[in-house]
């Protein structure tokens, strides 16, 4: 639940460099290539959505899909819903249940969970 592209930013074009696509700082995380700053395999920082940068509602991307999902499975069935998400963000539990995702079907994690 959040806007992926599998490359560093626009696909032709890369990100543009300033501070928002490649802060000063860069997180302790997974990057393939570290010359990509923060936009690897996702939409600049600075690209524009309907509500503010990139930079600002990447990890809320999942949230604004959780309240339209369950009412649409709602419309869709006439019957209550249960929508799983992997992005979600704090009060996501009204509408959606968070799935913890990249675990094993096996009896160790069954117990752990």
Known sequence: ??????????????CTK???????????????D??????EKTLCGDSVHSKGLHYDIHNMFGWYQSEPT?????????KRGLVLSRSTYVGSGRWV??????????????KNS
């Not at 639940?1 to 890369?14: H, I, T, W």
């Not at 570290?34 to 936009?39: D, E, T």
């Open 34 to 39: 570290g010359s990509s700053g923060l936009s």
């Open 70 to 78: 369950l009412d649409g499975v709602r419309a869709a069935t006439g």
């Open 18 to 32: 300033n501070k928002i696509n490649y802060p000063p700082y860069v997180p302790q995380v997974r990057i393939d």
């Open 1 to 14: 639940n959040e806007p992926a592209n599998f490359v560093a930013g626009d696909l032709n074009d890369g």
């Open 97 to 110: 249940a968070h799935w913890l995702g990249d675990n094993f079907s096996n009896w160790t994690n069954l």
